[in-house]
Every structure is written in structure tokens, then in C-alpha cells.
């Protein structure tokens, strides 16, 4: 077996221990609750105990918590989720279609950003001290510390209320009732919907890949082997063309982490703008106290980050030679 | 005599390079005009968190703010019985954004430090001992990645009630792993150095070598990532708040944005929006320029020219 092997091995064996921790430690924090939904159904004295020992025994709640975490572990892992309490639907139904609309609002944009930012930032870096780099920094240091909530705020005030340009709120306009994801998304009015949350969320994300590429470029500006470069006498850009190239393994690191928090860091977004993706979804779950919802969002959001670190140090140990293989290789 | 003023007149050079160092550091921001910049703006949020339920001219939730004829003022725009206008309840806005500022300096403040000071020790500690505690500490940290934060901290302030001093343990609990990460690297190559290797040989315990030889080395990077932990204290706290899980005895900037987003008066009010939205949008980013000012001076990689 190979040094990579080996290394591939044991990160694997260790995402997979992450998991299942993750997963005990979302199964204890949510018996933790007080109170469930079915005390609503019971106080309001329309169910007879009867029938609440049946409710109970549907979900598994009249077993020990041990049969109940083991049936947890299996069914999680199986991408079995049961049925939403509130909604009395299988958990994926509500899901899936929210998980969708996370994705393609999120997806889009992180790849939007890493690509212009990146771009901008190996710019910016080249010409240090410049006008263009300063303010560059200051403006998406400013998108980037501000809490995404608050750009939004500020962009729906400007672009929506004031000059009235796109819609405030949600994903279609109320009186469309598209028929599967084609026709949901494939529309005019869905781009409408779409193009301020998806710029929001550009914006957001601009700050680290542009400093990440900026400082890159710093970097490898005074070294060898560009100055061999310009030796060869290729132009400005040409040699850009080069450091950048040299700097694109942080940054390519960096989004595939940035992608498996995706979810988790714009959930405010996503309240904001009303967009029905799984981040809303959480809270107003949450808010219900529906707990097969809220188990199996937070178990996609976390194993979304597990695969997203697996993936992102794997990456890194397989391009960068330098990078010890035998433990810790994460930057 | 003279054993009794050595010491003495050690503790004058020392404080005497303390404040040196506290001269140089002002001298070093005001070179950078957006740092300096970010400073006035964190120095007038320490005062507004100090001293502004103090200056408000209203208590923020119990006073009722009335016109002439008596009735409550709802909503009403900037005038002079309510200089940033009245909230959809008829509260003060002034009142509101000025006793607003302290939670966030708290939260901000504590979470920051907690984050700083945690991640530190378990950073210098990993890197430094190496091994199996390095592989036991540095697997915790990958857990709180893979725990997603928002999340969690939603469900954990859902059972137990929410006051200030919870969710600074909270955000501190669920961000020490970024300065963890940056110091124990930081560590890696610190502890391989001449000096380190020279004080354990003659005789350092592994707890003088590492208060007195690796931690000094690395005590910049521990605070540019507190500085930058105040700034994610301060937007996660927002961040709650807006969603509706903040302290709920007390006023804070999030708080007043969900209470104007909840009752859907964001389309008017702006009076009630932008004070808050305003205060948030600058500390955090005035903590940010800050940092990134220190971070040029401490990251020897991008001082190449220039």
C-alpha cells in the first residue's frame, strides 16, 4: 500500500468515526428537549390516551432510548428519515425539493465568486498598492465581516423597496404553480426571484477568495522563478498568468470547504429572502419543535461539511508534494 | 537595598516596554488610515457599550413614546419628541440603539477573548506535544467543523433559555477551533527552533518551555484571531438574535432588525433599520481592518517588497 493509500485510508476511517459522532451527538442534544409536539395534540385534550400511546408507539417513542438510538443510527445512515410530525409526510418529501433550491441558489454563487474573486484578488495582488487593490479590500472586507442578514436587508431596502427593480421576497411569485423542477426554474420569474439573493451571496463569499488569491500573488511575486519569467522577457500578464496559476491550490482547498458549509452559513440568507431552501427549513422546524425535520437537516448539513473536509484534504495531500501525507495535512 | 530596588526597577523597564510597545501599536494604526479609521469606530462602540443605557433618553422597552395629544406614536418618522424616530410598539429608537450596543459589547467582547484564549491554549498545547494529544485535540476540532454551528446553537438555546452569558459560551464553544488550527501550525514550527530545543536541554519543564519560549512566539497570530473572533462573536450574536434567539430580557441591534423583519415593517421604517443595521455592519468591519492591518505585519510571506 502507498503512502497516499494509507493516508487516504485512515482519513476515511476517520470521517466515518466524525460521522457517527456528529450524528450521537444530534441524537442526545434532541432528547435534551423539552416538551414535543404531541404535548400540543395532548394538552388540547382532543386525543384520548389511547390513542397518544399509538402516535407514540408509530414513532418509537415508547421504547427504551437505547432501541430508539439504535434505530436512530440505522435509519440516519440508510437516509431513512421518517415523517415529518407537522407535516405528516416522509421527512425526504419536505426535504428534498428544499435541499434542491438550496443548492441551486448557492452552488451557482459560490462558483460565481471563486472564479470572479479570484481573479480580481491574483490582480489586485499583482498591483500592490494600488487604488484598485485597496479598495477592493476594503469593500469586500466590508461584505465579508457584515452579517450576511444585513447585506440583504440592505439590498432589498435599495433594489426592492426603493427602485423596485426584483421582488422581495421568495422564489416565484405567488400565483405560479410550476409543476417540477424544470418548469420551477426555467422561468423568467424565477430568475426575477433569483438574481438578488444570488448576488448577495457573491458578494458574501468575494472577501476570502479575493484576499486568498491577493496574498497568493504577493507571495510568489518576488520569487525565482518568476524572475526567470520575466528573464525570458514574457509580459505582465504572462508572468501573472504564472504566479497565479502557482497560488490556485489554497484557494481551490478553500472552496471545496466553503462548499460544505454552504448551507449552515446562509441560512439567515435564505430567511431573508423567504427562499424555501433547507436552511429555512431548519428553523421553522425548529420553531415547530419537529424533530425528525431538525434531525435529518442538521445530519445533511454536517455530513455535507465531513465529506467537504475529507474531499478538501485529500485534494490538498494529492496535488501539493510538499504536504506531509502522514497526518495533519490540513492547512 | 539594592536586592529590594532590583526588582523594583525591573518592574519600571517592563512597564516601561509595555507602554512603549501600546505607543508603537497606536503609531503602526495610524499609519494605515482604514485601521485607524476601524479604531475610532471600535473606540466609540466600547463607549456606547459602557455608557449608553445611560444616555438614553428612554428606557428602550418600558417607556411609550406619545405625541401631543396623548396617543402613542407608532412608527412615526425622525422628529424632535423622537430624534431616530418610534418603533411599530411606539418605543424610542434612540433609546432602543443606544441600550442595544451593550450586549453586543459583551458578547463580542467575552465570546472574542473565550475564542482567542481557548483556541490558544489548545493550539500551542497540540502543537507542541505532539503525538497522541495532537491527534486527540486536533480530531475535537474536526468534530466542532463537522457539528454545523448555527444549527446547534439554535437547538441547544431552544431548551435552555437564552441570556447573554449562554450564548457567548456558545459561540465561543463552537469557534476556538479556527485560532487552534492557525496557532498549532504556527507551533510546528516554532518548537523545531534553535532556541526551544536549547531550553528544554538545559532543564525546562515542558510548561516553563512553552509559557516562556513557544507561547511569546506566537502570541500575535492568538490575537489578530481574538480580534477576528470579536468580529464572528459580534455577527453570530446578531445572527441569533435576528432569528429570534437572543437574551430576551435585554435590547440588542439584532433583536430591533427581527423585531422591524417579524412585523414586516421593513418597507417603511427605515428609521428603525438602519441605526442597528448600521452599528452591526461597522464594528464588524472595523474589527476586520484592524486585523487585516496587523496581519500584513505578521505574516513575514506577504512583506515581501514593499
Given at each position: ?38 404535548e400540543a395534540l395532548v394538552t388540547s385534550g382532543n386525543l384520548n390516551q389511547e390513542q397518544i400511546d399509538e402516535i407514540r408507539a408509530m414513532y418509537g417513542l415508547d421504547q427504551s432510548i437505547w432501541v430508539q ?263 | ?306
Open positions: 500500500m502507498s503512502k497516499f493509500q494509507r493516508f487516504l485510508l485512515k482519513r476515511l476511517a476517520i470521517s466515518v468515526l466524525l460521522t457517527l459522532i456528529a450524528v450521537s451527538v444530534i441524537f442526545v442534544v434532541l432528547r435534551l428537549l423539552p416538551g414535543s409536539p404531541f438510538y439504535v434505530n436512530y443510527l440505522g435509519s440516519l445512515l440508510t437516509f431513512q428519515f421518517g415523517y415529518s410530525i407537522l407535516r405528516s409526510q416522509p421527512v425526504w418529501d419536505v426535504l428534498e425539493p428544499r435541499l434542491i433550491n438550496s443548492l441551486i441558489l448557492l452552488v451557482p454563487a459560490l462558483v460565481t465568486t471563486a472564479i470572479l474573486s479570484s481573479l480580481l484578488g491574483m490582480y489586485a495582488g499583482w498591483n500592490r498598492g494600488s487604488r484598485l487593490e485597496k479598495f477592493s479590500i476594503v469593500s469586500t472586507t466590508l461584505l465579508r465581516s457584515t452579517p450576511v442578514f444585513i447585506t440583504a436587508i440592505f439590498f432589498i431596502i435599495v433594489f426592492a423597496y426603493n427602485l423596485e427593480i426584483v421582488p422581495a421576497l421568495g422564489m416565484r411569485s405567488i400565483r405560479a404553480t410550476p409543476d417540477g423542477y424544470i418548469e420551477t426554474f426555467a422561468s423568467l420569474d424565477f430568475l426575477h426571484h433569483y438574481i438578488l439573493p444570488f448576488t448577495v451571496a457573491v458578494l458574501y463569499y468575494s472577501g476570502d477568495f479575493l484576499l486568498l488569491a491577493r496574498n497568493g500573488v504577493v507571495e510568489k511575486r518576488g520569487s525565482e522563478f518568476l524572475k526567470l519569467h520575466r528573464a525570458k522577457g514574457l509580459t505582465e500578464m504572462e508572468q501573472l498568468a504564472r504566479a497565479g496559476r502557482n497560488s490556485m491550490l489554497p484557494i481551490l482547498t478553500y472552496f471545496t470547504l466553503r462548499l460544505g458549509m454552504i448551507f449552515q452559513g446562509l441560512i439567515l440568507l435564505e430567511v431573508v429572502f423567504s427562499w424555501p431552501g433547507i436552511g429555512r427549513e431548519l428553523v421553522l422546524a425548529i420553531q415547530q419543535q419537529d424533530y425528525p425535520l431538525v434531525q435529518a437537516a442538521v445530519f445533511i448539513m454536517a455530513l455535507a461539511v465531513i465529506l467537504a473536509n475529507l474531499l478538501a484534504d485529500v485534494l490538498y495531500a494529492y496535488f501539493d508534494p510538499t504536504v506531509s501525507t502522514s497526518g495533519g495535512g490540513s492547512a | 537595598m539594592s536586592t529590594e530596588t532590583k526588582p523594583k526597577a525591573e518592574l519600571y523597564k517592563r512597564v516601561d516596554a509595555l507602554w512603549t510597545t501600546v505607543r508603537d501599536q497606536f503609531a503602526f494604526l495610524r499609519r494605515d488610515p482604514m485601521a485607524f479609521a476601524g479604531m475610532l469606530v471600535v473606540g466609540a462602540f466600547v463607549f456606547l457599550g459602557l455608557f449608553g443605557p445611560y444616555l438614553a433618553p428612554h428606557d428602550p422597552i418600558e417607556h411609550t413614546v406619545r405625541g401631543d395629544g396623548g396617543s402613542v406614536l407608532r412608527l412615526a418618522a425622525p422628529s424632535v419628541d423622537a430624534f431616530f424616530g418610534t418603533t411599530a410598539y411606539g418605543k424610542d429608537v434612540l433609546s432602543q440603539f443606544l441600550a442595544g450596543a451593550r450586549p453586543t459589547l459583551i458578547v463580542g467582547l467575552f465570546g472574542g477573548l473565550g475564542t482567542g484564549a481557548l483556541g490558544f491554549t489548545v493550539g500551542v498545547v497540540s502543537g507542541y506535544y505532539g503525538g497522541w494529544v495532537d491527534e486527540l485535540l486536533m480530531r475535537l476540532t474536526d468534530l466542532t467543523f463537522s457539528l454545523p454551528f448555527m444549527p446547534m446553537a439554535l437547538l441547544l438555546l431552544t431548551f435552555m433559555t437564552p441570556n447573554i452569558w449562554l450564548i457567548t459560551a456558545i459561540i465561543a464553544a463552537f469557534l476556538w477551533k479556527m485560532p487552534a488550527r492557525v496557532v498549532r501550525s504556527e507551533v510546528l514550527s516554532v518548537r523545531e527552533r534553535t532556541f526551544v530545543k536549547s531550553a528544554r536541554a538545559s532543564g525546562a519543564s515542558d510548561l516553563r518551555t512553552m509559557l516562556y519560549h513557544v507561547a511569546p512566539n506566537v502570541l500575535p497570530i492568538g490575537f489578530l484571531y481574538t480580534a477576528y473572533g470579536v468580529a464572528w462573536a459580534i455577527a453570530a450574536q446578531a445572527s441569533l438574535a435576528f432569528l429570534g434567539f437572543g437574551d430576551p430580557t435585554m435590547t440588542s441591534w439584532g433583536r430591533m432588525l427581527r423585531q422591524v423583519f417579524a412585523s414586516g415593517n421593513m418597507r417603511v421604517a427605515w428609521w428603525w433599520v438602519l441605526p442597528p443595521a448600521i452599528g452591526i455592519a461597522a464594528i464588524t468591519t472595523s474589527v476586520f481592518l484592524i486585523g487585516r492591518a496587523y496581519e500584513e505585519v505578521i505574516n513575514p510571506e506577504i512583506q515581501t517588497d514593499q
